[in-house]
């Protein structure tokens, strides 16, 4: 059983900056990718970035240069880094994690991102 536990989120104000982290445990065997996705009111899911298995990154392109995925292979952990946020940002976010073998597509319980003043 893989569960992934989500942190980080709250309350900031624009141009503001937070941290969200992503721990996945249980039978971990051969990462595909982990990604962070967000879903505002009325909206659908949407990918915000993602990085595979060789370190390899994507970013939504509203924010590029604002947001940076990184991640501990070791502790299987994802980061997002979210600088200079906008209220445009507000969404609850998800963790994803797709795993191969076996396959398999899990998601965290998504954290409430408010940028306000």
């Known amino acids: 059983q893989v569960q992934l536990v989500e942190s980080g989120g709250g309350l900031v104000q624009p141009g503001g900056s937070l941290r969200l982290s992503c721990a996945a445990s249980?039978?971990?065997?051969?990462?595909?990718?982990m990604g962070w996705y967000r879903q505002a009111p009325g909206k659908e899911r949407e990918l915000v970035a993602s990085?595979?298995?060789?370190?390899?990154?994507a970013y939504k392109d509203s924010v590029k240069g604002r947001f940076t995925i990184s991640r501990d292979s070791a502790k299987n952990t994802v980061f997002l880094q979210m600088n200079s946020l906008k209220p445009e940002d507000t969404a609850v976010y998800y963790c994803?994690?797709?795993?191969?073998?076996?396959?398999?597509?899990?998601w965290g319980q998504g954290t409430q991102v408010t940028v306000s003043s």
């Open positions: 994803n994690l797709v795993v191969t073998i076996p396959y398999g597509n899990y």
């Open positions: 249980g039978s971990i065997f051969s990462i595909n990718h």
């Open positions: 990085i595979n298995g060789g370190g390899s990154t």
